[in-house]
C-alpha cells in the first residue's frame, strides 16, 4: 500500500496540487469550480460525460481535507482500478469489498486508522452493514470523514438505467453523519434522473454542474458495408492503431468475427454474455492489460469497464437505439485523446432487426423499438452532425459544424440525381422488376455477361447508357433510392428490385431525387499526422509501459495513460526536468518510472540520430559547445547551406585558407558533419594522406614542404584533421 501523500509544506494553487498529486497542468472544464465548491463543504451533484474527469473532483479535495473520504461505488472492478491508479499516484487509497481475505480486511482498516488513507473506496452494500457503521463512527471520531462520494449515482434512481436498492439506503448513512458533504457524480443524461438523485441522496442545496455531453475528442463516422464486409473490417482493422472495440449484435457473430481475426493474426478475443464467467473475465483483463489490441463483444461489455485508453469503437452491427449508440461509442477516448466511432451501416441488416422486432409478442415492445431503429436510420443516413443528432437526442443543443464527424468535415453536397435514377428506374422497368442491384448495375454499365447477352438484355434502351457512372455510383444511387423510398426491394432473400407508386413519379419527371453525395469511404487517420518517428518512439515507449506494467500487474495507463508517452515521444524529453514539465508526470511518477523512460527515449534517440529535447549533460557535449566559436559556427551555416569553400571565404570576407581551418577544427571536433568529399577531390585527398603517413602528423609546414607546395594550407589541414579524428577512432576501439 502506497504511503500517505507528504504533507504541503507551504500553501500551494489549487494547479499546484493537480501538478504534485496527478501531474495534470489544468483543470478540465468544471473541476476547478466543483473543487472549491467541495472544499467548502458543499453537497455537489456532478453531471460529466464519461471520461469528462469526475474522479478527480472528489479525488483531489480528499487529499486536501483533513480525514477519510469515502467513496461508494458500485462495481468492484472500476473500485480496484482507481485505487490501483491513486497508489500509483502515491496517494493513500484503499478499497474494502467482498473479494478481500479476513487477513487483507484487518490490515487495510489498522492501514485507515493509523491515518495512511485519504480514499476510501466500499461497495453500497457493505456501506450498510452494522459493523462497517460502527467502524465509520470510529473513522468519524477519530479521523474525521471528510465527504461521501457517490459514484454512479444513477444507480439511486428507478428511472435511471442501472438501478441499485442499495442505493436507496445510502440516505440513512447521510442522516448518521449530517456534518458530513455528500458528493453524487454521473455521467446520466435524464433530468429526470438528475432530479431523483437530489431527492434520494437528501442533497442540501447541492452545486450542480451539468457538463455538456460533447466529446470534442470522438470523430464518428458512417461507413457504408461492403459486401465482402469481413475484409473490409480487416483492412480497417490494419488501419487503426491501439485498443478497439468491435460490437456485434449476437454471440454467434461476436464468436466469428474474434475467430476470423485471429485467423488473420490480428489478436482479438470474444466477449458475450453466453460465455463462462472465468473466460470472460480473463479475456477482459487481457484487453485492459493490453495483452490483445481488439475486444470482439456483445453489448455486454463494457459497462463498468474503465479502460481509458480505449482508441476506437466499431459498430458492426446496428446498436439499438442512439442513446445505447453514445453510451457503446462513448467508451472510446475516456482519456480525452482522439478516438474513432465508426458505425458501419448497411440497408440489408434493417432488415433482419426489422424482423426481430416483428417477432416480438408486445406491441408497445414493437412499436418502441420500432422507433429506436428509425432514429438509429435517421442518424445514419444523415447529412447533419453526428455529434448534433446525439446531443439533440439528449435534448442538448449543439451548434454542429463540429469538425469531428465525417458529415462536417466533408460536407455532402446534396447532388440532384434525378436523371441518373430515372435511368436506373426504367432499367428495372425494362428488366421487368425481376432482378437485384448488381444485374441492374451490369445492363446499365453495358456488361458483356452471359447473364446478360443471354437474356438479350443487351437489347434494352437501357443497356450501356450509364456507363459515365461507376458501379458503386450506382449503387449508392440505388441504396438511396431505397432509403427513400422511392423504389421498394423483396425481403425474400433474393432482394429484387421492385417499383413503386413513388418511382413511376420519378420516371415521369414529377419527382425530383436528390442524393447526398459522400466521400469515398475512407478511414480519418488522425493519429497518423504525427511524424513517423513520433509514432514509432510512441509504440516503443508503450512497450516499456507494457513491461512495467506487466511486472506490478496494473493495467498499462496506471503507468502513464497514452497522452502522456505521446507527449513523451513529441517532446523527447532528456533529463528529470524535462520530464517533469510533461501532463500525466508528478513528482512519485516521477521517482518511478523517470530512469526507465529517459534511458528508453535516449537509446531510441541515438538509434534514430534524433535529437533530444535538451541535450544530456554529458561532458563531451558541453566541451563542443564551449569550443565552438562564433565565427565556427558561421562559417559551419553557410557550409550547410551549401556553399563552397572560396565562396564561404567571399561571403565573409576571410581568406579560403582560413575557412579551411575553421572546417578541419569542426572536423576535429567531430562536428557539423563535414563531407571531405565536397571541399577536396579524392585523389588530392590521397596524395595528402601519403604525405601525412610519410613525414608524420607533427607539423603541417613539414608535410606543406614535402608536398612542393602544390597543395594549400588549409587542405592540408582538413586531411590531417581526417587523419587525426580517424586515429583517434582507431585507438578508442
Ligand atoms: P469519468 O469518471 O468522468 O469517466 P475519469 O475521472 O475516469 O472520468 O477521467 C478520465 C480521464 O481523464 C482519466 O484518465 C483522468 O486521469 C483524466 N483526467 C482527469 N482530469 C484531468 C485533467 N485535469 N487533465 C488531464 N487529464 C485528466
Ligand atoms: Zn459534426
Redesign the pocket.
Known amino acids: 500500500m502506497s504511503g500517505f501523500p507528504p504533507p504541503l509544506t507551504q500553501p500551494q494553487s489549487l494547479e499546484q496540487c ?1 501538478k504534485q498529486y ?1 501531474g ?5 472544464p468544471g ?1 476547478r469550480e466543483i473543487i472549491e465548491q467541495v472544499l467548502q463543504k458543499r453537497d455537489t451533484l456532478i453531471i ?10 472528489f479525488q483531489l479535495p480528499a487529499l486536501l481535507k483533513p480525514g477519510v473520504t469515502v467513496v461508494v461505488s458500485p462495481l468492484i472492478a472500476l473500485m480496484q482500478d ?1 485505487v490501483e ?1 491513486l497508489q500509483d499516484n502515491g496517494i493513500g487509497a484503499t478499497f474494502l469489498n467482498s473479494t478481500l481475505s479476513p487477513h487483507g480486511v484487518r490490515q487495510r482498516v489498522s492501514a485507515i486508522l493509523e491515518g495512511k488513507i485519504k480514499l476510501l473506496y466500499v461497495a453500497p452494500e457493505r456501506l450498510l452493514s452494522p459493523q462497517f457503521l460502527e467502524f465509520l463512527d470510529r473513522i468519524d471520531a477519530e479521523l474525521g470523514i471528510s465527504a461521501f462520494a457517490i ?1 454512479e449515482a444513477h444507480c439511486v434512481s428507478e428511472w435511471g438505467h442501472d438501478f441499485r436498492p442499495e442505493y436507496r439506503q445510502l440516505k440513512q448513512v447521510r442522516s448518521r453523519y449530517p456534518h458530513v458533504p455528500a458528493m453524487a ?1 454521473t ?1 446520466t443524461a435524464t433530468e429526470r434522473v438528475r432530479r431523483d438523485i437530489v431527492k434520494q441522496l437528501a442533497l442540501q442545496k447541492p452545486y450542480v454542474h451539468v457538463a455538456s455531453f460533447y466529446r470534442s475528442n470522438l470523430y464518428y463516422q458512417v461507413i457504408p458495408k461492403e459486401k465482402h464486409r469481413f475484409t473490409q473490417l480487416l483492412n480497417l482493422m490494419r488501419s487503426l492503431d491501439g485498443s478497439g472495440i468491435i460490437y456485434c449484435s449476437s454471440r454467434k457473430r461476436v464468436e466469428e468475427v474474434a475467430f476470423k481475426l485471429q485467423k488473420e493474426n490480428i489478436p482479438a478475443l470474444p466477449y458475450h454474455a453466453g460465455m463462462e464467467d472465468y473466460e470472460r473475465i480473463e479475456n477482459q483483463t487481457r484487453f485492459i492489460r493490453d495483452d490483445v489490441q481488439i475486444m470482439v463483444a456483445t453489448v455486454a461489455f463494457g459497462m463498468g469497464i ?1 479502460k ?1 485508453d480505449v482508441r476506437f469503437v466499431i459498430h458492426y452491427d446496428l446498436p439499438k437505439s442512439l442513446e445505447s449508440y453514445y453510451q457503446e461509442s462513448g467508451r472510446a477516448g ?3 485523446e482522439a478516438a474513432q466511432c465508426l458505425l458501419l451501416f448497411s440497408y440489408g441488416d434493417v432488415k433482419t432487426i426489422e424482423y426481430l422486432i416483428e417477432q416480438k409478442p408486445d406491441e408497445d415492445e414493437r412499436r418502441i423499438a420500432r422507433q429506436q431503429l428509425r432514429q438509429v436510420l435517421d442518424y445514419a443516413a444523415s447529412t447533419d452532425c453526428r455529434h448534433r443528432i446525439q446531443l439533440r437526442y439528449f435534448g442538448e443543443e449543439f451548434p454542429g459544424n463540429c469538425g469531428q464527424c465525417d458529415n462536417c468535415r466533408h460536407q455532402k453536397p446534396l447532388e440532384d440525381w434525378t436523371v441518373e435514377a430515372m435511368k436506373f428506374l426504367s432499367c428495372v422497368a425494362r428488366c421487368q422488376e425481376r432482378f437485384g442491384m448488381n444485374y441492374i448495375i451490369d445492363v446499365l454499365r453495358g456488361s458483356k455477361s452471359k447473364k446478360v447477352l443471354d437474356r438479350g438484355h443487351d437489347k434494352l434502351s437501357t443497356y450501356g447508357i450509364g456507363r459515365d457512372k461507376t458501379a458503386d455510383d450506382w449503387k449508392l444511387l440505388a441504396r438511396s433510392l431505397l432509403h427513400q423510398g422511392l423504389l421498394d426491394q423483396t425481403t425474400d432473400g433474393y432482394s429484387i428490385l421492385k417499383l413503386n407508386r413513388h418511382s413511376w413519379e420519378v420516371m415521369k419527371k414529377q419527382r425530383e431525387v436528390k442524393v447526398a453525395v459522400p466521400p469515398k469511404p475512407q478511414l480519418e487517420q488522425q493519429s497518423r499526422s504525427l511524424a513517423a518517428e513520433v509514432g514509432m518512439l510512441f509504440e516503443h515507449l508503450r512497450k516499456l509501459r507494457k513491461t512495467i506494467a506487466d511486472e506490478k500487474q496494473v493495467p498499462p ?1 496506471v503507468v502513464f ?1 497514452d ?1 502522456t508517452l505521446q507527449l513523451m515521444a513529441r517532446e523527447r524529453p532528456a533529463s528529470e526536468a524535462d520530464l517533469l514539465e510533461i ?2 508526470v508528478g513528482t512519485h511518477k516521477l521517482r518511478q518510472y523517470g530512469r526507465q523512460f529517459l534511458s528508453a527515449i535516449n537509446q531510441f534517440c541515438e538509434e534514430q540520430g534524433l535529437p533530444l529535447k535538451s541535450a544530456p549533460p554529458k561532458q563531451q557535449t558541453i566541451s563542443i559547445w564551449d569550443t565552438l566559436s562564433e565565427t565556427l559556427l558561421k562559417t559551419l551555416e553557410l557550409y550547410q547551406q551549401g556553399l563552397s569553400v572560396d565562396a564561404i571565404a567571399d561571403e565573409r570576407g576571410l581568406k579560403p585558407s582560413t575557412i579551411y581551418g575553421h572546417l578541419a577544427e569542426l572536423i576535429a571536433l567531430n562536428y557539423g558533419d563535414i563531407d571531405v568529399d565536397r571541399l577536396i577531390s579524392p585523389e588530392r585527398q590521397q596524395v595528402i594522406l601519403n604525405a601525412i603517413a610519410t613525414v608524420g602528423d607533427d607539423s603541417l609546414r613539414q608535410i606543406f614542404e614535402y608536398l612542393k607546395g602544390d597543395y594549400d594550407y588549409g587542405e592540408i589541414k582538413i586531411m590531417l584533421a581526417m587523419w587525426r579524428s580517424q586515429r583517434s577512432s582507431e585507438i578508442e576501439f
Open positions: 493537480l496527478f495534470y497542468d489544468t483543470f478540465r473541476q460529466m460525460p464519461t471520461g469528462g474527469g469526475k474522479s478527480l473532483c482507481q491508479a459514484d457524480l455521467a474503465d481509458p475516456r482519456d480525452g495507463y495513460p497522452s501532463s500525466g
